[in-house]
């Protein structure tokens, strides 16, 4: 097949906060550099973070860096790796700072200074009183960074492919990667993108689960092409439920809201967290308030008819803090369910949230595969944001640190790329006919499908999928469970050998992208369940009904998942911070 080639410096794949960022970096130097994008960027899903970006800037209480590390091991349940904690925590406020110099209108204090709102899981002086470290734009953060990086991408001219799919990366014989195979939403057009370094800034995979706050289109596909290029995906056991979704439909309620004031009740009108986290209450870390949640509800005491969710009440705010510091959240509650916060709770469930797992890297952003006695880099690959796993949020992410570390280890890749590019200038030679069986993959689902009432089609399975990882693979989990939802994921994966698109005589290109999206998400959602069903112990986002427990003798470890026979092995956690003392685990309260 005749296929077009465009050769680059670098090859970014995803244009949210973490691909934008790196590609300032490198744009400004003047590399070469392509953004591939399957929607407009400024619709990527760092668009929708709301509550903002955690730094010890101490605007509002006396904070430092130190302690944001310590909260941030703790959040992480211990299973962080330290020296990309500390490397992420030193590096916030400057980049806060960075990013206001970008542009970004972050909400201020009277004295001029940037507002920072108290989140979940913060506190001063390693545990002590609460801290209020997550720097806002009222409740559209992630929009104003998003907007701002993308301004300032278009005035150093990096290179965009908008709506352009990559469907997979492209490898010599030695393993290196080369670039990717990229497909043209519009026109169907395949285009090949030869790269000396190939960053993957894809974001992470909400789409697993029936109800998310996710986008539609956040369903892995980075962290999948890793998969069949050979690579590991680690600790992918470790899925966030945040605990203020809205009940049954998912749009997330900021923890912002409970940063102002807000909290949980249930239908006693009890304010239960006080029972759960006596010092930090309604701003435990979010598996603590979500498992609370869950076990109110299992118990009876939750609202409404069905007593299937909790109310987060916020109307003793008063109307001048929810109008300016939560207007879209007022906004989301009044066009999804009719009721104004100002007046009335807001009814609230956990909802799968954050991909705690990904592509294994390390603090430089670059990509990192086990050898036989330790690990190594992959030369000219690197992963940043949502889809990486550096690991900095180990088995439970704080609020407020995802929008840090996709600037944090963009710039970092982004920096990286530079010095790596320096000593290799040059392209490595694609071999022939490497991108043939890609095309193979893309030809099955490019061919013309007469409807056939027998076979099943792409949107039935992906309902299948998203239903057995919400029964199976939820905030409590059991063996029983799980292995139910191997077999599951298994047999959906080969009914999506023989599925078809959809009912429709005419398939539109967006349907056909939606059936690569699921074979995305399968291999995801079996890496995660099978990864679950492996780890005999409770951490973090983790919780096993049967192993109630933390286990930190036989399971303070990573789990890496390859496609290849499903296996997994495991490595030890990076527990020695790079100056610091390394904070040793000790139970975790709140
Ligand atoms: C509702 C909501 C609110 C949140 N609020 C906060 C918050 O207040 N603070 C915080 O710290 N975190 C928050 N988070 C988490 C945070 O927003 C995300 O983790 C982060 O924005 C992810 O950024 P990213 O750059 O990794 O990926 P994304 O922003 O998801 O971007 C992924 C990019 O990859 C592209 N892409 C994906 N697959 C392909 C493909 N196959 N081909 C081509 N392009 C592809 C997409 O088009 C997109 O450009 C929130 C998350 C949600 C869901």
């Known amino acids: 097949m005749n296929i077009v080639t465009r050769k680059f410096d670098t090859l970014v794949i995803g244009a949210g906060g973490a691909g934008l960022r790196a590609a300032l970096q490198l744009s400004e130097a003047n590399v070469k550099v392509a953004v591939v994008s399957k929607v407009f960027p400024t619709r990527s899903h760092t668009v929708a973070a709301q509550g903002g970006m955690n730094a010890a800037l101490g605007n509002v209480t006396p904070d430092s860096w130190h302690w944001h590390m310590y909260d941030t091991v703790k959040g992480s349940d211990y299973l962080g790796d330290q020296d990309a904690i500390e490397y992420m925590c030193r590096a916030a406020p400057n980049t806060v700072i960075e990013l206001e110099h970008y542009g970004v209108p972050f909400s201020r204090l009277e004295n001029g200074r940037i507002y920072q709102r108290p989140f979940g899981g913060q506190s001063q002086n390693f545990g002590g009183d609460q801290?209020?470290?997550?720097?806002?734009?009222?409740?559209?953060?992630?929009?104003?960074?998003?907007?701002?990086?993308?301004?300032?991408?278009?005035?150093a001219k990096t290179h965009f492919f908008d709506e352009f799919f990559a469907i997979d990366l492209l490898k010599n014989d030695a393993g290196d990667i080369l670039g990717a195979i990229i497909y043209d939403i519009e026109t169907s057009e395949k285009i090949i993108i030869e790269a000396k370094t190939t960053l993957i800034a894809t974001g992470g995979a909400g789409q697993l689960f029936r109800t998310n706050t996710n986008a539609s289109i956040n369903t892995g596909d980075g962290m999948a092409m890793a998969l069949r290029a050979g690579l590991p995906l680690q600790d992918m056991e470790f899925?966030?439920?945040?605990?203020?979704?809205?009940?049954?439909?998912?749009?997330?309620i900021t923890e912002g809201v409970r940063g102002e004031g807000g909290y949980l009740v249930n239908c006693d009108g009890e304010r239960f967290m006080e029972r759960y986290a006596p010092h930090a209450k309604d701003l435990a870390s979010r598996d603590v308030v979500s498992r609370a949640i869950a076990i109110e509800i299992r118990e009876g005491r939750g609202c409404g008819p069905n007593k299937d969710y909790v109310y987060l009440k916020l109307d003793h705010l008063g109307s001048d803090v929810i109008k300016k510091r939560l207007p879209g959240i007022r906004d989301t509650s009044m066009t999804f369910l009719g009721i104004d916060p100002i007046d009335e709770a807001i009814p609230v469930f956990p909802t799968a949230h954050y991909t705690m797992g990904g592509i294994p890297t390390n603090r430089f952003a670059q990509v990192v595969v086990p050898v036989a006695n330790g690990e190594e880099t992959m030369p000219g690959l690197y992963a940043a944001g949502e889809c990486a796993c550096a690991s900095v949020h180990g088995a439970n992410r704080l609020g407020g640190n995802s929008l840090l570390d996709i600037v944090v280890f963009g710039r970092a890749a982004g920096k990286h790329i530079l010095k790596y590019l320096e000593t290799n200038p040059y392209h490595k030679v694609l071999p022939e006919g490497v991108a043939e069986s890609v095309l193979k993959r893309i030809e099955r689902w490019d061919e013309k499908q007469e409807p056939d009432v027998e076979s099943i089609t792409v949107p039935q399975l992906k309902n299948e999928l998203q239903q057995v990882m919400e029964e199976n693979c939820g905030v409590f989990r059991t063996e029983e469970v799980l292995e139910e939802a191997v077999t599951?994921?298994?047999?959906?994966k080969e009914k999506l050998d023989k599925a078809r698109i959809s009912d429709y005589s005419t398939i539109f290109n967006t349907a056909r992208i939606e059936a690569f999206e699921l074979e995305n998400l399968v291999d995801i959602g079996l890496a995660t369940v099978i990864s679950a069903l492996a780890r005999k112990e409770s951490r973090g986002a983790h919780s096993r009904m049967d192993f109630e427990n933390r286990d930190d003798v036989n399971w303070m470890k990573h789990s890496l998942y390859f496609l290849e026979n499903n296996l997994l092995t495991y490595k030890p956690v990076r527990t020695k911070a790079l100056t610091v003392e390394t904070f040793p685990p000790k139970k975790r309260v709140y």
């Not at 899925?239 to 997330?252: R, W």
């Not at 599951?488 to 959906?492: A, E, F, L, P, R």
């Open 131 to 155: 801290a209020a470290r997550t720097c806002a734009a009222a409740d559209r953060t992630g929009h104003a960074m998003l907007h701002s990086l993308y301004q300032q991408n278009i005035r």
């Open 239 to 252: 899925f966030q439920f945040h605990p203020t979704g809205v009940a049954g439909k998912g749009m997330l």
């Open 488 to 492: 599951t994921v298994k047999s959906i």
